[in-house]
C-alpha cells in the first residue's frame, strides 16, 4: 500500500463542532495549518482565526472541496436517534470516502471500538460506516481508521454522559462493585493526538488502530472516592448472580412504569467485562504515547467536576 507523505497543509475536518473535532481544529490551527471545517451554520468558536475557514454545508449531501486539501479528519457522527445515525455515520461516511478517492487525499477515519462487537444502533452505525472506509481502501482510499473506547474529558457533561453518571455514582454510594471488570475509557486529547500521529506518519496507508487507557472499575473507585472531598464510606460488593438477579427485576419493573433503567443487562455486561482492549498496534507503528497515565487524567476531571 502507499505511505502518507502529506506535502500540502490544508485540511478538512467534519464533526468540527463536535467533542473530538473543536479540539483538532485547534490544534491544527495551532500548527499553522490552514483548516477547512464543514459546519451548517456558521459557528461562533471557529470566528476570529485567519488558519480556519468555514464551509456551509451537510455531510449528508455531496461535498465539494478545494483540490489542494491533503488530508481530511472524518470525526463527525452521531450518538442518538436511529435515522440520524443512517444519515449521517453511514451516508455521511460515504460521502467523505467519495470526496476523498475523488481529490486523491488520506483520509483519517474516526470509528469506535464498538465496532469489534456491535450491540446497539449507535455501534452498528459506525460498523457500516467503517466498512465503507474499508470497501475504499480497496479501491485506493488513502485511509487511517482510528477506533477509541468510550472518549471522555473536561466540559462533556451532556446528560447520558455514561462516564460522568459513573463518577457520580461512585461518589454518592449507588455505585456498587460488581466483579472485576474493566472501563475501557481514553482521554479526548489522546484521541486527538492519535488522529494527528497517524496523519503524520510515513506507515502504508489501511491501517486500524486502537486508542485505550483502561482501568478497573475497582481501581476506579478507589481513586474517585480518595480525590477530596474524600468520601470514606466503602463500596458494598455484590456477587453477580444477585446482580443479574437486580437486574432482571428492574427490568420488568422499569418496563411496566416506563422509568429509567439505572441496572439494565447491557449496563452489568459492561461492568463485569474482564477484557481490555490493546492498543499496542499503533504503540509500535507510530511511537504512540499516553501523554499521562490514566489516573491523572481521571483527576483532572473529577477536579474540574466537583471543585
Given at each position: 500500500m502507499p505511505v502518507n507523505n502529506p506535502i500540502k497543509k490544508k485540511k478538512f475536518i467534519t464533526g468540527a463542532t463536535g467533542?473530538?473535532?473543536?479540539?483538532?481544529?485547534?490544534?491544527?490551527?495551532?500548527?499553522?495549518?490552514?483548516?477547512?471545517?464543514?459546519?451548517?451554520?456558521?459557528?461562533?468558536?471557529?470566528?476570529?482565526?485567519?488558519?480556519?475557514?468555514?464551509?456551509?454545508?451537510?455531510?449528508?449531501d455531496p461535498i465539494?472541496?478545494?483540490?489542494?486539501?491533503?488530508?481530511?479528519?472524518?470525526?463527525?457522527?452521531?450518538?442518538?436517534?436511529?435515522?440520524?445515525?443512517?444519515?449521517?455515520?453511514?451516508?455521511?461516511?460515504?460521502?467523505?470516502?467519495?470526496?476523498?478517492?475523488?481529490?486523491?487525499?488520506?483520509?483519517?477515519?474516526?470509528?469506535?471500538?464498538?465496532?469489534?462487537?456491535?450491540?446497539?444502533?449507535?455501534?452498528?452505525?459506525?460498523?457500516?460506516?467503517?466498512?465503507?472506509?474499508?470497501?475504499?481502501?480497496?479501491?485506493?482510499?488513502k485511509a487511517h481508521?482510528?477506533?477509541?473506547?468510550?472518549?471522555?474529558?473536561?466540559?462533556?457533561?451532556?446528560?447520558?454522559n455514561s462516564f460522568l453518571e459513573l463518577i457520580k455514582s461512585m461518589r454518592n454510594g449507588a455505585y456498587k462493585n460488581i466483579g472485576q471488570g474493566i472501563y475501557n475509557i481514553v482521554y479526548v486529547d489522546e484521541v486527538v493526538k492519535g488522529m494527528l500521529e497517524l496523519a503524520e506518519a510515513n506507515i502504508p496507508y489501511g491501517g486500524i488502530y486502537l486508542v485505550n487507557n483502561p482501568i478497573t472499575f475497582k481501581d476506579m473507585d478507589i481513586l474517585v472516592k480518595n480525590i477530596p472531598p474524600v468520601i470514606?464510606?466503602?463500596?458494598?460488593?455484590?456477587?453477580?448472580?444477585?446482580?443479574?438477579?437486580?437486574?432482571?427485576?428492574?427490568?420488568?419493573?422499569?418496563?411496566?412504569?416506563?422509568?429509567?433503567?439505572?441496572?439494565?443487562?447491557?449496563?452489568?455486561?459492561?461492568?463485569t467485562n474482564a477484557t481490555a482492549y490493546s492498543q499496542n498496534k499503533i504503540i509500535e507503528v507510530v511511537h504512540f504515547k499516553n501523554t499521562l497515565p490514566i489516573e491523572e487524567y481521571i483527576k483532572k476531571v473529577c477536579l474540574n467536576l466537583f471543585m
Open positions: 467533542y473530538v473535532g473543536q479540539r483538532l481544529v485547534n490544534s491544527l490551527a495551532e500548527k499553522g495549518h490552514q483548516v477547512y471545517v464543514l459546519t451548517r451554520k456558521e459557528s461562533p468558536v471557529f470566528f476570529n482565526n485567519k488558519n480556519i475557514n468555514i464551509i456551509i454545508g451537510d455531510i449528508t465539494n472541496l478545494p483540490l489542494d486539501i491533503d488530508t481530511i479528519y472524518h470525526c463527525a457522527g452521531v450518538i442518538w436517534e436511529t435515522e440520524q445515525m443512517e444519515k449521517v455515520n453511514v451516508l455521511g461516511t460515504k460521502n467523505i470516502v467519495d470526496v476523498a478517492i475523488r481529490n486523491d487525499c488520506q483520509l483519517i477515519h474516526l470509528s469506535s471500538a464498538g465496532v469489534i462487537n456491535p450491540h446497539n444502533a449507535y455501534e452498528w452505525s459506525k460498523y457500516r460506516g467503517e466498512k465503507i472506509v474499508l470497501d475504499g481502501i480497496k479501491l485506493g482510499l481508521i482510528l477506533r477509541p473506547t468510550t472518549i471522555f474529558g473536561p466540559g462533556k457533561n451532556k446528560e447520558g470514606a464510606k466503602k463500596t458494598k460488593t455484590i456477587p453477580y448472580p444477585v446482580a443479574w438477579f437486580i437486574a432482571l427485576i428492574l427490568t420488568l419493573i422499569c418496563f411496566i412504569t416506563c422509568r429509567k433503567n439505572p441496572l439494565t443487562f447491557s449496563r452489568l455486561k459492561a461492568l
